[in-house]
């Protein structure tokens, strides 16, 4: 009788194990809290909606870094150019390399790239002179409107 007591008291408390290990595998996963990441950017508005952007944020119509063929059709000769990353929200970094002193006196001193606000292009040297002054061509990206050196036009390339 003593044996039937130890084999049915170890089988409850096996049973009770078994549920109780049941039951915390079966609980239900606690959630977690998805967090922001706590990095806060400058350039990130901080105002959910429509907020209005600080001056410095605000899209103007800048366009991106990018290759112009330089043509001048009186020389009969061409370079290319590159116009480079932002300084401002109207200049751009300029670079011409020692070839396109054939096809503009100059230009290889050239270094900044500033968009005006009537879409014209002046091409200056890190003093400010002015090398070179563009408009917008109807043929061409931009174009010389007069100049002596000769017929002048910049394309810029895909």
Same mark, same amino acid.
């Given at each position: 009788?003593?044996?039937?007591? =130890?084999?049915? *008291?170890?089988?409850? =408390?096996? *049973? ?9 595998? #079966? +609980? @239900?996963? !606690? ?9 806060? &950017?400058?350039?990130? @508005? ?40 932002? +300084? ?16 503009? @006196?100059? +230009? ?20 400010? *002179? ?13 174009? #010389?409107?007069? !100049?002596?050196?000769?017929?002048? #036009? &910049?394309?810029? &390339? @895909?």
């Amino acid at each position: 009788m003593k044996a039937s007591l =130890v084999i049915v *008291a170890t089988a409850l =408390v096996c *049973a009770g194990v078994s549920s109780a290990g049941l039951g915390f595998w #079966a +609980l @239900p996963e !606690t959630k977690t809290v998805v967090r922001p990441d706590p990095i806060v &950017l400058g350039t990130i @508005p901080s105002v959910p909606g429509p907020a209005k952007l600080p001056t410095s944020l605000q899209t103007h119509s800048v366009s991106p870094p990018a290759i112009f063929s330089v043509s001048n059709f009186s020389r009969k000769s061409v370079c290319l150019v590159e116009r480079g990353a932002a +300084l401002t929200n109207r200049s751009r970094d300029f670079f011409a390399p020692p070839d396109c002193e054939q096809v503009w @006196p100059g +230009l290889t001193r050239a270094t900044n790239w500033t968009q005006n606000e009537d879409g014209s292009v002046t091409i200056t040297d890190a003093a400010g *002179a002015t090398i070179l002054t563009l408009v917008r061509g109807r043929h061409f990206s931009y174009e #010389a409107p007069s !100049t002596d050196g000769g017929d002048l #036009a &910049l394309l810029m &390339l @895909p």
